[in-house]
Protein backbone atom coordinates (compact mmCIF):
# COMPACT_ATOMS: atom_id res chain seq x y z
CA UNK A 1 0.00 0.00 0.00
CA UNK A 2 1.23 3.67 -0.63
CA UNK A 3 0.55 7.10 1.78
CA UNK A 4 1.11 10.41 0.79
CA UNK A 5 1.84 12.78 3.87
CA UNK A 6 1.66 16.64 2.74
CA UNK A 7 2.25 18.29 6.03
CA UNK A 8 1.53 22.39 4.67
CA UNK A 9 -2.54 22.97 4.40
CA UNK A 10 -1.65 26.34 3.44
CA UNK A 11 1.54 28.21 2.02
CA UNK A 12 2.23 32.13 1.07
CA UNK A 13 3.93 33.41 -1.36
CA UNK A 14 5.19 37.06 -2.54
CA UNK A 15 5.07 37.10 -6.23
CA UNK A 16 8.48 36.50 -8.18
CA UNK A 17 9.35 34.60 -5.44
CA UNK A 18 10.27 30.60 -5.47
CA UNK A 19 8.23 28.21 -3.12
CA UNK A 20 8.34 24.35 -2.04
CA UNK A 21 6.00 22.38 -1.35
CA UNK A 22 6.62 19.33 0.98
CA UNK A 23 5.99 15.59 -0.24
CA UNK A 24 6.93 12.40 1.75
CA UNK A 25 6.11 9.49 0.94
CA UNK A 26 5.46 5.75 1.75
CA UNK A 27 5.47 2.30 -0.31
CA UNK A 28 6.84 -1.09 -0.46
CA UNK A 29 7.32 -1.23 -3.88
CA UNK A 30 10.48 -1.30 -5.99
CA UNK A 31 9.34 0.72 -8.79
CA UNK A 32 7.11 3.55 -8.63
CA UNK A 33 6.36 6.99 -9.75
CA UNK A 34 5.75 10.44 -7.87
CA UNK A 35 3.25 13.15 -9.23
CA UNK A 36 2.15 16.41 -8.77
CA UNK A 37 -0.93 17.83 -9.63
CA UNK A 38 -2.62 21.21 -9.59
CA UNK A 39 -5.82 21.92 -9.15
CA UNK A 40 -7.39 25.83 -9.70
CA UNK A 41 -10.31 26.71 -7.96
CA UNK A 42 -12.38 25.31 -11.26
CA UNK A 43 -12.33 21.80 -9.93
CA UNK A 44 -9.63 20.15 -12.90
CA UNK A 45 -6.75 18.24 -12.24
CA UNK A 46 -3.56 19.62 -14.17
CA UNK A 47 -0.75 17.09 -14.53
CA UNK A 48 3.00 19.57 -13.52
CA UNK A 49 5.68 16.79 -12.98
CA UNK A 50 6.54 13.27 -12.57
CA UNK A 51 9.99 11.54 -11.26
CA UNK A 52 10.59 8.17 -11.48
CA UNK A 53 11.68 6.34 -8.46
CA UNK A 54 15.15 4.86 -11.02
CA UNK A 55 15.47 8.29 -12.36
CA UNK A 56 18.80 9.59 -10.89
CA UNK A 57 18.44 13.66 -11.97
CA UNK A 58 15.52 15.83 -10.58
CA UNK A 59 12.77 16.19 -12.58
CA UNK A 60 12.07 19.98 -14.01
CA UNK A 61 9.71 21.50 -15.87
CA UNK A 62 9.40 24.93 -16.84
CA UNK A 63 8.86 27.00 -13.28
CA UNK A 64 8.47 23.67 -11.62
CA UNK A 65 11.14 21.13 -10.45
CA UNK A 66 11.10 18.21 -7.85
CA UNK A 67 13.29 17.85 -5.43
CA UNK A 68 13.75 14.06 -5.17
CA UNK A 69 15.48 12.27 -1.93
CA UNK A 70 14.54 8.33 -2.28
CA UNK A 71 16.42 7.70 1.19
CA UNK A 72 14.45 10.24 2.52
CA UNK A 73 11.25 8.91 0.81
CA UNK A 74 10.63 13.00 -0.14
CA UNK A 75 9.52 14.55 -3.44
CA UNK A 76 9.19 18.54 -2.52
CA UNK A 77 8.03 20.44 -5.71
CA UNK A 78 9.89 23.16 -6.27
CA UNK A 79 8.01 26.38 -7.70
CA UNK A 80 10.25 29.12 -9.03
CA UNK A 81 9.17 32.70 -10.00
CA UNK A 82 5.73 32.48 -8.48
CA UNK A 83 3.01 34.25 -10.00
CA UNK A 84 -0.35 35.13 -9.35
CA UNK A 85 -1.88 32.00 -11.48
CA UNK A 86 -0.18 29.34 -9.15
CA UNK A 87 -2.57 29.96 -6.71
CA UNK A 88 -4.00 26.94 -6.31
CA UNK A 89 -4.43 23.31 -4.68
CA UNK A 90 -0.93 21.61 -5.51
CA UNK A 91 -1.49 17.64 -4.69
CA UNK A 92 1.33 14.60 -4.87
CA UNK A 93 0.46 11.70 -5.73
CA UNK A 94 2.55 8.00 -6.00
CA UNK A 95 2.12 4.87 -8.03
CA UNK A 96 3.54 1.60 -8.32
CA UNK A 97 3.17 -1.78 -8.91
CA UNK A 98 1.01 -3.36 -11.75
CA UNK A 99 -2.70 -1.55 -11.01
CA UNK A 100 -1.48 1.80 -12.10
CA UNK A 101 -3.20 3.25 -9.54
CA UNK A 102 -2.27 7.15 -7.99
CA UNK A 103 -2.96 7.31 -4.44
CA UNK A 104 -3.45 11.53 -3.30
CA UNK A 105 -2.38 13.11 -0.34
CA UNK A 106 -4.45 15.60 0.94
CA UNK A 107 -2.84 19.04 -0.70
CA UNK A 108 -1.52 22.13 0.08
CA UNK A 109 -3.54 25.31 -0.28
CA UNK A 110 -1.09 27.69 -2.25
CA UNK A 111 -1.44 31.29 -1.96
CA UNK A 112 0.23 33.56 -4.10
CA UNK A 113 0.46 37.58 -2.93
CA UNK A 114 1.01 40.35 -5.15
CA UNK B 1 -9.19 18.34 -29.73
CA UNK B 2 -8.59 15.20 -27.32
CA UNK B 3 -9.26 14.93 -23.81
CA UNK B 4 -11.91 13.97 -21.19
CA UNK B 5 -15.33 15.17 -21.10
CA UNK B 6 -17.75 14.89 -17.64
CA UNK B 7 -21.52 15.85 -17.39
CA UNK B 8 -23.04 17.46 -16.69
CA UNK B 9 -21.09 20.01 -14.03
CA UNK B 10 -23.11 20.06 -11.59
CA UNK B 11 -25.80 17.84 -10.39
CA UNK B 12 -28.72 17.69 -7.97
CA UNK B 13 -30.41 14.49 -6.62
CA UNK B 14 -33.13 13.71 -4.12
CA UNK B 15 -32.17 11.23 -1.36
CA UNK B 16 -33.34 8.01 -2.42
CA UNK B 17 -32.08 8.06 -6.94
CA UNK B 18 -29.43 6.45 -8.46
CA UNK B 19 -27.65 9.01 -10.46
CA UNK B 20 -25.53 8.17 -13.38
CA UNK B 21 -22.42 10.21 -14.23
CA UNK B 22 -20.69 10.22 -17.50
CA UNK B 23 -16.86 10.31 -18.47
CA UNK B 24 -15.95 10.19 -22.20
CA UNK B 25 -12.22 10.40 -23.63
CA UNK B 26 -11.17 10.16 -26.87
CA UNK B 27 -7.46 10.01 -26.22
CA UNK B 28 -8.01 6.03 -26.95
CA UNK B 29 -6.48 5.57 -23.47
CA UNK B 30 -6.81 2.03 -22.33
CA UNK B 31 -7.41 2.54 -18.20
CA UNK B 32 -10.18 4.90 -17.03
CA UNK B 33 -10.72 5.99 -13.29
CA UNK B 34 -13.11 7.47 -10.68
CA UNK B 35 -12.32 9.65 -7.74
CA UNK B 36 -14.23 10.96 -5.15
CA UNK B 37 -13.08 14.43 -3.59
CA UNK B 38 -14.36 15.86 -0.15
CA UNK B 39 -13.77 19.59 0.67
CA UNK B 40 -10.60 19.68 1.95
CA UNK B 41 -9.57 16.27 1.01
CA UNK B 42 -7.43 14.49 -1.29
CA UNK B 43 -8.82 12.50 -3.91
CA UNK B 44 -9.84 8.90 -3.24
CA UNK B 45 -10.36 6.10 -6.32
CA UNK B 46 -13.51 4.61 -5.73
CA UNK B 47 -13.44 2.39 -9.35
CA UNK B 48 -10.62 1.50 -11.73
CA UNK B 49 -11.20 0.11 -15.60
CA UNK B 50 -8.01 -1.30 -17.78
CA UNK B 51 -9.61 -3.22 -20.11
CA UNK B 52 -13.13 -2.89 -21.77
CA UNK B 53 -15.53 -4.76 -19.93
CA UNK B 54 -13.45 -5.38 -16.90
CA UNK B 55 -13.43 -3.00 -13.65
CA UNK B 56 -11.70 -3.45 -10.00
CA UNK B 57 -12.97 -1.80 -6.93
CA UNK B 58 -10.98 0.85 -5.71
CA UNK B 59 -10.29 2.36 -2.10
CA UNK B 60 -13.73 3.00 -1.87
CA UNK B 61 -16.61 1.53 -3.69
CA UNK B 62 -19.41 0.64 -1.64
CA UNK B 63 -22.49 2.37 -3.06
CA UNK B 64 -21.09 3.11 -6.34
CA UNK B 65 -21.18 0.51 -9.68
CA UNK B 66 -19.36 1.21 -13.11
CA UNK B 67 -19.32 -0.46 -16.68
CA UNK B 68 -17.04 -0.36 -19.43
CA UNK B 69 -18.66 -1.30 -22.28
CA UNK B 70 -16.60 0.49 -24.66
CA UNK B 71 -12.86 2.09 -24.55
CA UNK B 72 -13.83 5.65 -24.49
CA UNK B 73 -16.56 5.43 -21.77
CA UNK B 74 -16.70 4.53 -18.05
CA UNK B 75 -19.97 5.63 -16.23
CA UNK B 76 -20.63 5.60 -12.85
CA UNK B 77 -23.66 4.95 -10.53
CA UNK B 78 -24.24 6.82 -7.47
CA UNK B 79 -26.74 4.62 -6.13
CA UNK B 80 -29.02 5.03 -3.13
CA UNK B 81 -26.75 2.94 -1.12
CA UNK B 82 -24.13 5.58 -0.97
CA UNK B 83 -24.26 7.45 2.75
CA UNK B 84 -22.58 10.15 2.21
CA UNK B 85 -23.23 11.03 -2.19
CA UNK B 86 -22.72 14.75 -2.20
CA UNK B 87 -19.04 15.26 -3.29
CA UNK B 88 -16.87 16.40 -6.35
CA UNK B 89 -16.08 13.88 -8.92
CA UNK B 90 -13.60 13.37 -11.06
CA UNK B 91 -12.90 10.93 -13.86
CA UNK B 92 -9.24 10.00 -15.54
CA UNK B 93 -7.90 8.01 -18.00
CA UNK B 94 -3.82 7.01 -18.74
CA UNK B 95 -2.28 4.45 -21.25
CA UNK B 96 -1.23 1.35 -19.85
CA UNK B 97 2.49 0.48 -19.72
CA UNK B 98 5.62 1.85 -17.95
CA UNK B 99 5.29 3.86 -14.83
CA UNK B 100 5.06 7.71 -16.57
CA UNK B 101 1.50 6.96 -17.21
CA UNK B 102 0.22 10.50 -16.28
CA UNK B 103 -3.27 10.24 -15.58
CA UNK B 104 -5.44 13.03 -17.60
CA UNK B 105 -8.37 14.45 -15.53
CA UNK B 106 -11.91 15.46 -16.82
CA UNK B 107 -13.90 18.72 -15.48
CA UNK B 108 -15.75 16.77 -13.28
CA UNK B 109 -19.23 16.67 -11.59
CA UNK B 110 -20.28 18.09 -8.51
CA UNK B 111 -22.69 16.21 -7.37
CA UNK B 112 -25.36 17.29 -4.50
CA UNK B 113 -28.12 14.86 -2.75
CA UNK B 114 -30.57 16.79 -0.53
Known amino acids: AQKITQTQPGMFVQEKEAVTLDCTYD???????LFWYKQPSSGEMIFLIYQGSYDEQNATEGRYSLNFQKARKSANLVISASQLGDSAMYFCATSGGSNYKLTFGKGTLLTVNP | DGGITQSPKYLFRKEGQNVTLSCEQN?????MYWYRQDPGQGLRLIYY???????QKGDIAEGYSVSREKKESFPLTVTSAQKNPTAFYLC?????????????FGPGTRLTVT
Open chain 1, 27 to 33: TSDQSYG
Open chain 2, 49 to 55: SQIVNDF
Open chain 2, 27 to 31: LNHDA
Open chain 2, 92 to 104: ASSIIGGLTYEQY
